[in-house]
T-cell receptor, first 113, second 115 residues
Framework: NAGVTQTPKFQVLKTGQSMTLQCAQDMNHEYMSWYRQDPGMGLRLIHY???????DQGEVPNGYNVSRSTTEDFPLRLLSAAPSQTSVYFCASSYAGNSYEQYFGPGTRLTVT | AQTVTQSQPEMSVQEAETVTLSCTYD???????LFWYKQPPSRQMILVIR??????QNATENRFSVNFQKAAKSFSLKISDSQLGDAAMYFCAYRRRTSGSRLTFGEGTQLTVNP
C-alpha cells in the first residue's frame, strides 16, 4: 500500500492564481481531512469528508473548496490564492474500525507571492 | 469549542536523560481521545501515543509514556532515555469520540536533543 499520497510536494503560486492540491489513499478509508500547518499554530482543520459525496467545513474553510467523488481521492482547491494561504498542507485519512487513527500524507509546502 | 494548549514552544534535553512535554486542553466532553504526534524534519506526522479518556491507566509505548490528569485536563508526554532521533516537533491533539476523524491540535513543542 502507498498509504496517503499528496502532490505536488512544493508549489509556488502568484496571488490570484488557482490550483488543486491532490490527495489520494489506497486503504479504503471512509474519512479524509485537510489540515494546514502554520508556525506557532499547530495544524488546523480546513475541510473533511466522511465518505464519497459528503464533505463539511472545518475550522478554517474560507478560500478553499473540496469535493469527494470517490473514496480514494480528496482534492483541495484554492480558487484565488492569497499570501495568507502560504502554509504546509496535510491530507489525512482514517476509518472507524481503528478508532479513526489518522494516517497523514507527506504534506505540500505552498508559497503564495 | 475545544482548545489544546502547549505552553512550551521549545524544550531541550541531554541524550539519555528524561524530558516531559506539557499539554492542557479545554472541553466540556467526558468521552474523548488524546494524542501525541511527532513531526521530524522530514515533515511526516507520526503517531507517538494515544490515550482514551475513559481509561484511567496512563498509556505507555516503549520509552514514551503519558501522565493523564482528566480532572485537571492535563496530558503530558514523558520521553525516557532520550535519543538523538527523538529531536522533532511534538504536537498534542484532541478528538471527541463522536467527532469522527476531526482533530484539534496544540501549537507544538520543538524538542532538541543534545549529545
Amino acid at each position: 500500500n502507498a498509504g496517503v499520497t499528496q502532490t505536488p510536494k512544493f508549489q509556488v503560486l502568484k496571488t490570484g492564481q488557482s490550483m488543486t492540491l491532490q490527495c489520494a489513499q489506497d486503504m479504503n478509508h471512509e474519512y479524509m481531512s485537510w489540515y494546514r500547518q502554520d508556525p506557532g499554530m499547530g495544524l488546523r482543520l480546513i475541510h473533511y469528508s466522511v465518505g464519497a459525496g459528503i464533505t463539511d467545513q472545518g475550522e478554517v474553510p474560507n478560500g478553499y473548496n473540496v469535493s469527494r467523488s470517490t473514496t480514494e481521492d480528496f482534492p483541495l482547491r484554492l480558487l484565488s490564492a492569497a499570501p495568507s494561504q502560504t502554509s504546509v498542507y496535510f491530507c489525512a485519512s482514517s476509518y472507524a474500525g481503528n478508532s479513526y487513527e489518522q494516517y497523514f500524507g507527506p504534506g505540500t509546502r505552498l508559497t503564495v507571492t | 469549542a475545544q482548545t489544546v494548549t502547549q505552553s512550551q514552544p521549545e524544550m531541550s534535553v541531554q541524550e539519555a536523560e528524561t524530558v516531559t512535554l506539557s499539554c492542557t486542553y479545554d472541553t466540556s466532553e467526558s468521552d474523548y481521545y488524546l494524542f501525541w504526534y511527532k513531526q521530524p524534519p522530514s515533515r511526516q506526522m507520526i503517531l507517538v501515543i494515544r490515550q482514551e479518556a475513559y481509561k484511567q491507566q496512563n498509556a505507555t509505548e516503549n520509552r514514551f509514556s503519558v501522565n493523564f490528569q482528566k480532572a485537571a485536563k492535563s496530558f503530558s508526554l514523558k520521553i525516557s532515555d532520550s535519543q538523538l532521533g527523538d529531536a522533532a516537533m511534538y504536537f498534542c491533539a484532541y478528538r471527541r469520540r463522536t467527532s469522527g476523524s476531526r482533530l484539534t491540535f496544540g501549537e507544538g513543542t520543538q524538542l532538541t536533543v543534545n549529545p
